[in-house]
């Protein structure tokens, strides 16, 4: 059974920076597209960022130069630096497979104040 468990998160003022952790257990996250997903209060869940297997990432046009996806392999993690914060970054931040197949985990809630 696939479980992602996501740390890292917190209450950060605007302009500060914050890395966000996913570990899994079950899976492999360097033989699979892996995602960083966040959900703002009455708001859809949208991808944020994501990193093939061969390591190439994309991220959501609003986020380019921000945000950093990144894997470790021999962790097994999935990683996400968030730079220059934005009070509209708050939200609950989740790792999942791109398209997300797995059970979401407990994600970890980012505030950001202004």
């Known amino acids: 059974q696939v479980q992602l468990v996501e740390s890292g998160g917190g209450l950060v003022q605007a302009g500060r920076s914050l890395t966000l952790s996913c570990a899994g257990r079950?899976?492999?996250?360097?033989?699979?597209?892996m995602g960083w997903y966040r959900q703002a209060p009455g708001k859809q869940r949208e991808l944020v960022a994501d990193?093939?297997?061969?390591?190439?990432?994309n991220y959501a046009d609003s986020l380019k130069g921000r945000f950093t996806i990144s894997r470790d392999n021999a962790k097994n993690m999935v990683n996400l630096q968030m730079n220059s914060l934005k009070p509209e970054d708050t939200a609950v931040y989740y790792c999942n497979t791109d398209p997300a197949y797995f059970n979401w985990g407990q994600g970890t809630q980012v505030t950001v104040s202004s």
């Open positions: 990193i093939s297997v061969r390591g190439s990432t």
């Open positions: 079950g899976i492999i996250f360097r033989n699979n597209h």
